[in-house]
């Protein structure tokens, strides 16, 4: 069962995914993310460390978000991505436009 955790501290959110990021999850977290956009959010990131798969809505709910905060001048960070996924992002383009940083290694997902 995938989850997420956000935490906003000002004009930074922090948020923490446990499972996959699939179309499961993304209404739930489309809502939470909204809110947080509301409340001023400029400064998204997204920790993937306890995630391993990233389906089509994954990166559609991350692309919109990126379009978000880019038009009041934000920014979205993804870090600790497994080599999966970070692969996965490069293939699509999206790496650098999601500021991806932090790749964890496969030890540290299965260890």
Known sequence: MASYVVEQK?????IKLTGDLTAELVPGLQAALKSTLE???TELLFDLQDTVM???????????????LSRVG??????NVSPDILQLLQCMRLAARLNVTGYASKESLHG
């Open 74 to 79: 934000g920014r979205i960070q993804v870090i």
């Open 54 to 68: 990233l389906d089509s809505s994954g990166m559609g709910l991350l692309i919109a978000t990126s379009n978000s």
């Open 10 to 14: 000002d004009k930074h959110s922090s």
């Open 39 to 41: 409340q001023g959010a």
